[in-house]
């Protein structure tokens, strides 16, 4: 089956320093989403990127999805502590179900003030 | 709209019981599906469904159920629970190619 491998596994940063983390995948996607998960709760999508090459903002966060289609990059500008949690990259492969999406493993961020 | 609702938040059983992990959803979704979160494997697909009356296996299936009976409904069944069923469930519905999660039920099995 797929793989993705989401990088870092964890960062520690100080409060107002960018952030940046990626995907990649073995498989070629047309589907890139990331999520936010806060401690207990489930993970919220924050974007979802449809085209390769798209380069996607929302508020702080930016999302492009990799022109060969594998890969997949997440930057958050000027951290702030409500940044922390863990972001999950998710894609659906080219040739898969419309519906099934493979995650990665998460990245664990914190956020010193 | 409440998006999806899971019931309950957090459970307690004792190895062999069974129990049923509600899943409701109010936007009309045809596709949803059940995923276990444990430390350092991500996210994991249990069983899905695209829609009433259709559903299949995922990634990890083995001593789960699920029925599929009305869009809004996707109850996951625990047949005999095993202490390596403790984890954290995820319900989730998919529209548009985007998956959107409910908040989660903690299950402890001792």
């Known amino acids: 089956g797929q793989q993705l491998n989401q990088s870092p596994q964890s960062m520690f940063i100080q409060e107002g320093e960018d952030v940046s983390m990626n995907c990649t995948s073995s498989?070629?996607?047309?589907?890139w989403l990331w999520y936010k998960q806060d401690p207990g709760e489930g993970p919220v999508l924050l974007i979802a990127l449809y085209k390769a090459g798209e380069l996607t903002s929302n508020g702080r966060l930016t999302a492009q999805f990799g022109i060969t289609r594998k890969d997949s990059f997440l930057n958050i500008s000027a951290s702030i502590p409500s940044d922390v949690g863990i972001y999950f990259c998710?894609?659906?492969?080219?040739?898969?179900?419309?519906?099934?999406?493979?995650f990665g493993k998460g990245t664990l961020l914190t956020v010193n003030p | 709209n409440a998006g999806v609702t899971q019931t309950p938040k957090f459970q307690v059983l004792k190895t062999g019981q069974s129990m049923t992990l509600q899943c409701a959803q109010d936007?009309?979704?045809?596709?949803m599906s059940w995923y276990r979160q444990d430390p350092g494997m991500g996210l994991r697909l249990i069983h899905y469904s695209v829609g009433a009356g259709i559903t299949d296996q995922g990634e990890v299936p083995n001593g789960y159920n699920v029925s599929r009976s009305t869009t809004e409904d996707f109850p996951l069944r625990l047949l005999s629970a095993a202490p390596s069923q403790t984890s954290v469930y995820f319900c989730a519905s998919t529209a548009r190619g985007e998956q959107y999660f409910g908040p989660g039920t903690r299950l402890t099995v001792t």
């Open positions: 498989s070629i996607f047309n589907t």
């Open positions: 936007m009309n979704h045809e596709y």
């Open positions: 998710a894609g659906r492969d080219s040739g898969g179900s419309n519906y099934k999406l493979t």
